[in-house]
């Protein structure tokens, strides 16, 4: 996977801890989605989670949004193999300038840390909130802050991270490789807490996904897979936990 602006963003990661981020999403989608109405994919990409809510609910339909047509293009390639049109479509926007009417969606997913890539994350996270329906939701996956720092300085070796990189990430918590920016921006939980202030929302849940990592060969163990699944729903939402993974869930209300 890599993390620049998406034109390589590669979904293939069977065996590998992303597959983690996928399934508690869809666990949780599968609680929080409506039973029928229109959803918005903002900064879908190629369209995989567009997809996975189609195979969750039968009734609704999908708008996936991206600022790159190429990844339209690919996402437009996988709905048509699949069949979803017009069930799905794709629209080519900015998620700062959303180019719906207000209060339009039923559910909002921002997922793949879309939001973080926005220059303006408060304006982007506003067009967010405007489209959705009172009473629907404003789903945000994005990068932990104290997750990716650690994740830094466990594997600077492996990614070439310097010690100048960190003092970049703290400073202005967007990731740096070897002196280059990736553009993408990290989130404390205490910081996407206060955008539901801010917006005057509720948080109707927050968990982490994953919130731990594990190595490679456990993951491609048919008995020990399972057994981390487990370990990876316990703590999920625990606070303190969550924080220390690869993504932050939060799932807001709007009132
Ligand atoms: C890492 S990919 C995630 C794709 C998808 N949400 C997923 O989780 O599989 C980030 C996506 O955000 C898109 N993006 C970045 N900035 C954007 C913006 N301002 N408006 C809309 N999409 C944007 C990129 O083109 C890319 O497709």
Known sequence: MKYDNGEAYDLKTKGSYYDFWFEIIDHYLDIYLPEKGEILDA???????????????????????DISQSMLDQAERKFRKLKLQPRVSNKLGDIQKLPFLDEQF?????????????????????????????????????????????????????????????????????????????????FTLQELKSLADRHTLKIAKKFGAPVFSAPDEWLRDNHIYPEIKKLQYMFCEYENIMEFGNHLNIIYKKI
Request: charged share 15%; aromatic share 10%; hydrophobic share 35%.
């Open 43 to 65: 900064g879908g990409g190629t369209g995989e989670f567009s997809i996975r809510v189609t195979r969750l609910r039968t009734n609704i339909s999908v708008v996936n949004l």
């Open 106 to 186: 039923d559910y909002v997913m921002c997922f793949g840390d879309a939001i973080s890539f926005c220059p303006n994350v408060e304006l982007g996270f506003s067009e967010l909130v405007r489209v959705a329906k009172p009473q629907g939701y404003i789903h945000l996956s994005v990068n932990s802050f104290w997750g990716n720092y650690h994740a830094m300085l466990s594997q600077n070796s492996k990614h070439n991270i310097t010690f100048d990189d960190l003092k970049k990430y703290m400073d202005t918590r967007i990731l740096h490789i070897n002196g280059n920016s990736t553009g993408c921006r990290s």
